[in-house]
C-alpha cells in the first residue's frame, strides 16, 4: 500500500487550516450571508424544471444550440509547433445538422516576433482564432434555422474582444430573429462578492473568489442575479448571475 510523506501530510493540514481561517469570518454562525448577499450583491430567485409541455415548445421554437470550441497543440517550444482549432455546433434537434469548423496555426508562418514578451502575443493569436472559429460556428448553425436559444461556451465579453465584427452580426441575428443568447462559465474566477465583503469587514485580506463563497450556499435550482452596479460587463450590454443548476454543490455563472 502506498504511504503518504508526512512531511506533505503536515504541509496539507496547515494549508487546510489556512483556507479555513480565511474564510471563517464570513462561515460563522454570527455572519447572514443570504441577508448579506440580497443587501449587497442581488436577488436570490427559485427556478423551476421546465414541463414536457414547454419543452416541446422550445424543439418546436428550433431548440437549442450549443457552441463549443477547443485547441490541441503539437511541437516544442517557441515558434516549432502546430495548433489545430475546432469549433463546434450542436443543436438538440436531430434534424439539424452540426456545424464543423477547423484552423490550424504555426508561429513559423506568422509575423510574431521571434521572443514574445511573456508569450503574450502568443496568447492574443490562440484566444482570437478560438473566439472567432467559435463565433463562425454559431452564425452558420444560427442561420441554417434560428434555434430557440443559443448557448455559448464561457464568458461572452472575450467575444467583443477577440472577435468583435463577428459577434456584433451574432448579435444582429439574433435579435432581429428573437434567438436568446447567453455564455455559460463553469470555471469561475469572478470576486464580485468577495470585494464588497472587504468593503464591509476590513479584516479580510487576499482574494476572495466568488466559487469558493457560493460552494454549498444556493440550494439547487436557485440563483442569485447580480445587480446592474456590481456588474463590470453591463456597460457592454450583458447582465450575470450564478446558478446552482445540480444537484453539485458548484455553481455556474
Known sequence: MLSINDELKS???????????????????????????????????NLEK????????????????????????????FPH???????????????????????????????????????????????????????????????????????MDGGLIRYTIYAKELWEELVEFCLLNDVILFGTIKDIKTKIIGEELKNIYKDLKGPLYDREILFGFLQYKEMLTIYDELNKKEQSGFSSGFLRSSLSPNIVI
Do not use: C, H, W
Not at 469570518?25 to 436570490?44: A, R, V, W
Not at 414536457?52 to 497543440?73: F, H, P, Q, W, Y
Open 11 to 45: 504541509k496539507l493540514t496547515d494549508l487546510n487550516g489556512a483556507i479555513a481561517k480565511k474564510y471563517s469570518p464570513i462561515f460563522s454562525n454570527n455572519f447572514d450571508m443570504k441577508i448579506f448577499l440580497e443587501q449587497n450583491i442581488g436577488t436570490i430567485v
Open 50 to 77: 421546465l414541463s414536457e409541455k414547454e419543452l416541446s415548445k422550445i424543439k418546436e421554437k428550433g431548440g437549442l444550440v450549443a457552441v463549443d470550441g477547443s485547441t490541441n497543440r503539437k511541437g516544442g517550444s
Open 81 to 151: 509547433y502546430i495548433e489545430l482549432y475546432q469549433g463546434l455546433a450542436k443543436s438538440t434537434n436531430q434534424d439539424v445538422e452540426d456545424v464543423y469548423l477547423t484552423d490550424i496555426y504555426t508561429p513559423i508562418l506568422s509575423d510574431i516576433k521571434e521572443n514574445p514578451l511573456e508569450d503574450e502575443e502568443e496568447t492574443d493569436e490562440k484566444n482570437r482564432r478560438l473566439a472567432q472559429i467559435e463565433v463562425k460556428a454559431a452564425l452558420e448553425s444560427v442561420k441554417k434555422r434560428p434555434p430557440y436559444a443559443l448557448v
